[in-house]
């Protein structure tokens, strides 16, 4: 069953409009916005911007990964920071970086099922706040110290310590390593790396055209659209565009850095790999029938959705596992994709992608399919860039590659387009989307 048409109800469920905050490198212009604020900022635009009642909305959901101790549905902080009434549920949802494409699918589910009519959907994520956490031994000796009256008491758990017990866990560093495969993210790449033979000059050409694209995507206006600026305390000086495109990067810089993950034969680096990133995004989800009722003239129609669960280690092939399912819940082929985006975890990822998307043999051996799922011309993919150039927010990117292109599609005057991501954890997400036109 396609996802966005409900076989039973006949709804067929639409993205309204949405917004995103700029992105930002970890540390930089937003290191010290939290995740909820940053939900907040794009929940509350893109109520101000399709004039939409937060009171006649049904639910808000966001997706996160790093949730907050302090906002642990942060789901429902930021909505009602934004202003959404106490009366209106709010939820969060973590399926890793797919978590922004769930937000929208649960969306869609409830709408579908006519369980509600207009949900706002997205995510928030601020990776400069992922926490050090103290080890087992050390957290032991505060609570010991914790039961103690005396000076001296408190501090002989402390004296007992080993060095080694000060060091802090890294969640960012954990959580970003998955526990099955025992591979960080970077490790799954350098594995597709050697098993599809893509060089390391052919990762930072794609990382180049990635800068490229995105620095002409704002050059030429086409991103001004989707994003609203954010002004951090305490100084609230504007961050109004992306911080993380560098517009004098070169081949030769990038040639220059030597691998991250695998420092002794590998091709991965920090410059052909995303970047660890601070932002939101919300979108209007809404039946169509109530959204053109309401005068709404829809960015799209959500045609279809697949996730799919593939082996952790080559978690970046999942792309090439979600897309065929969505595609077939659809009715389409890869080859009526006017647009695609698969969101740039790291460029031998997305290399391996193509490489997998128009193999026969892949097709057979791990699809059961009889023949490839399709080429991929470059010229259709990514057209504004991509997350090696913007970052990547774990629980915001999923969202992200929805509405850019949906914007996009828009702008070239319509058609059907692919958003799709890898997972980590071994999963792939991906969804179809039709473009509408802008007047009735």
């Known amino acids: ?6 076989e039973t109800s006949g709804r067929s469920i639409v993205i309204v409009d949405g917004v995103r905050t700029p992105f930002a490198k970890s540390g930089a212009a937003l290191k010290d916005v939290p995740a909820h604020e940053l939900g907040r900022v794009a929940i509350q635009e893109v109520l101000a911007r399709t004039g939409f009642d937060p009171a006649a909305l049904d639910e808000v959901v966001l997706g996160n990964c790093g949730t907050p101790a302090d906002a642990a549905n942060i789901g429902r902080v930021s909505a009602l920071e934004a202003g959404v009434p106490r009366s209106v549920p709010a939820f969060t949802v973590h399926r890793n970086c797919a978590s922004g494409i769930e937000s929208i699918a649960q969306a869609a589910y409830k709408i579908g099922a006519g369980a509600a009519g207009a949900i706002i959907a997205g995510g928030t994520e601020s990776m400069s706040n992922y926490p050090l956490m103290f080890g087992r031994e050390l957290a032991d000796a505060f609570a010991a110290s914790a039961r103690e009256k005396s000076l001296p008491g408190k501090l002989a758990p402390f004296l007992r310590l080993k060095p080694s017990a000060l060091a802090p866990r890294i969640a960012i560093l954990e959580g970003l390593t998955d526990p099955v495969s025992g591979l960080n993210m970077g490790q799954t790449a350098e594995v597709l790396a050697r098993e599809f033979a893509i060089s390391r000059a052919a990762q930072d ?20 659209d989707e994003v609203v600026a954010v002004y951090p305390a305490p100084g609230f000086a504007p961050v109004p565009q992306d911080v993380g495109p560098r517009r004098e990067q070169t081949l030769e810089q990038l040639a220059k850095l030597r691998p991250f993950f695998d420092r002794r034969h590998g091709t991965v680096t920090v410059g052909n790999a995303c970047p660890i990133t601070d932002g939101a995004a919300a979108v209007l989800v809404m039946d169509e029938e109530r959204a053109l009722a309401e005068g709404y003239r829809p960015l799209g129609r959500l045609r279809s959705f697949a996730f799919a669960g593939l082996d952790p280690e080559r978690m970046g092939l999942g792309p090439v596992y979600a897309a065929p399912v969505a595609l077939a819940r659809a009715g389409v082929t890869l080859a009526d994709m006017a647009l695609i985006e698969i969101n ?3 460029a031998a990822q ?4 193509l490489a997998a998307f128009d193999s026969d043999l892949f097709a057979r051996e791990k699809l059961g399919l009889s023949r490839a799922v ?20 774990v629980g915001v990117s999923g969202t992200r590659i929805v509405l850019t292109l ?10 059907l387009g692919l958003a799709t991501l890898c997972v980590g954890g071994g999963q792939g997400a991906a969804v179809v989307v039709e473009s509408m036109p802008e007047a009735a």
Do not use: Y
């Open 205 to 224: 050409a794609f990382a180049l055209e990635s800068h490229r694209r995105t620095i002409a995507a704002w050059d030429e206006g086409r991103l001004q």
């Open 374 to 393: 399709g080429a991929i011309d470059p010229a259709r993919l990514n057209v504004n860039g991509g997350a090696i150039a913007l970052g990547h927010p």
């Open 344 to 346: 740039e975890a790291f």
């Open 406 to 415: 949906l914007k996009e599609l828009r702008r070239r005057g319509g058609g």
């Open 1 to 6: 069953m396609a996802i966005g048409i409900d």
């Open 350 to 353: 997305v290399l391996a992608c």
